[in-house]
T-cell receptor
Framework: GENVEQHPSTLSVQEGDSAVIKCTYS??????FPWYKQELGKRPQLIID?????GEKKDQRIAVTLNKTAKHFSLHITETQPEDSAVYFC????????????FGSGTRLQVQP | ETGVTQTPRHLVMGMTNKKSLKCEQH?????MYWYKQSAKKPLELMFV???????ENNSVPSRFSPECPNSSHLFLHLHTLQPEDSALYLC??????????FGPGTRLTVL
């Protein structure tokens, strides 16, 4: 089955700096890669996703890049703000057949004001 | 309430008790999921239901028994649990393979 590894497990940055979180996956058939943000005491929520037919996707201060050859994808947050502090999860799956997402172990991001 | 709801929000049970967790989605989705969230494994998939049929059982012990009577409701029946089963149990739904919408979770404590 799919195995997703996520690094780092914790990340502390100064407000205004950029943050990068990296994930690798094992199943070359995976073609859907979402990122979820979970604030303390709240439910996970999708912030951005990418499918394998594109290499990069941006949404304001958030971007995701995908390298299918190397089987890794990354989340980039620019101009970080204190409200970006949360746990971020990457995930991977195939968009046909098996529907289940395999999640990474999470990255706790702390943005220092 | 719209979206995905879960009841109860908190549950304390003894190891010999039988209880059930309930999840309801108001989004018209065709897939529902149970996850276990703990310090050891932040988001661990337990079960997947697609069109009311269980399509995945991720090696979950038989003391957890899911039920999906229709596309809007999902239950997790619990019996003879162990203290290590204490965790946050999250329900989610999606339309095919797309954004999963999570419920608020049930915080379970097994004494």
């Amino acid at each position: 089955g799919e195995n997703v590894e996520q690094h780092p497990s914790t990340l502390s940055v100064q407000e205004g700096d950029s943050a990068v979180i990296k994930c690798t996956y094992s199943d070359s058939a995976s073609n859907y890669f979402p990122w979820y943000k979970q604030e303390l005491g709240k439910r996970p929520q999708l912030i951005i996703d990418i499918r394998s037919n594109v290499g990069e996707k941006k949404d304001q201060r958030i971007a995701v890049t995908l390298n299918k050859t190397a089987k890794h994808f990354s989340l980039h947050i620019t101009e970080t703000q204190p409200e970006d502090s949360a746990v971020y999860f990457c995930a991977a799956c195939m968009d046909t057949g098996r529907r289940a997402l395999t999640f990474g172990s999470g990255t706790r991001l702390q943005v220092q004001p | 309430e719209t979206g995905v709801t879960q009841t109860p929000r908190h549950l304390v049970m003894g190891m010999t008790n039988k209880k059930s967790l309930k999840c309801e989605q108001h989004l018209g989705h065709n897939a529902m999921y149970w996850y276990k969230q703990s310090a050891k494994k932040p988001l661990e998939l337990m079960f997947v239901y697609s069109l009311e049929e269980r399509v995945e059982n991720n090696s979950v012990p038989s003391r957890f028994s899911p039920e999906c009577p229709n596309s809007s409701h999902l239950f997790l029946h619990l019996h003879t649990l162990q203290p290590e089963d204490s965790a946050l149990y999250l329900c989610a739904s999606s339309q095919d393979v797309g954004e999963q919408f999570f419920g608020p979770g049930t915080r379970l404590t097994v004494l």
